[in-house]
């Protein structure tokens, strides 16, 4: 079995930064596409970012574009988003996820990935 753990939420002010980070534990895998997600109050989940693993290629959704930045170290099985210049239309339950190899399914959906972590609240107030 293998367990994401996301850190690094919390509450900031408009036009701060944090930095998440999601470490995976347990049973070794290989995962191709790491990616976060993200759920607010009332809304469905949705795509926020995602990285293959040689980290060549990266996603965004375009409301973060410029502002979160994804990264991953894969002898620590781990990713990580730097997000600055927050809004509090960031606020939300951020989710990590990894995939353990390709399955046709569009990295931006959650039906891609095999395994979530439990998710860490970031609240920006205004």
């Known amino acids: 079995q293998v367990q994401l753990v996301e850190t690094g939420g919390g509450l900031v002010q408009a036009g701060g930064s944090l930095r998440l980070s999601c470490a995976a534990s347990?049973?070794?895998?290989?995962?191709?596409?790491m990616g976060w997600f993200r759920q607010a109050p009332g809304k469905e989940r949705e795509f926020v970012a995602a990285i293959t693993r040689s980290g060549t290629t990266i996603y965004y959704q375009r409301s973060v574009k410029g502002r979160f930045t994804i990264s991953r170290d894969n002898a620590k099985n781990s990713v990580y988003l730097q997000m600055n210049s927050l809004k509090p239309e960031d606020t939300a339950v951020y989710y990590c996820?990894?995939?353990?190899?390709?399955?046709?399914?569009?990295?931006?959906?959650?039906?891609?990935?095999?395994?979530w972590g439990q998710g860490t609240q970031v609240t920006v107030s205004s």
């Open positions: 996820a990894a995939d353990t190899g390709y399955n046709g399914r569009p990295y931006s959906s959650g039906t891609h990935y095999d395994y």
């Open positions: 347990g049973r070794t895998f290989s995962s191709g596409y």
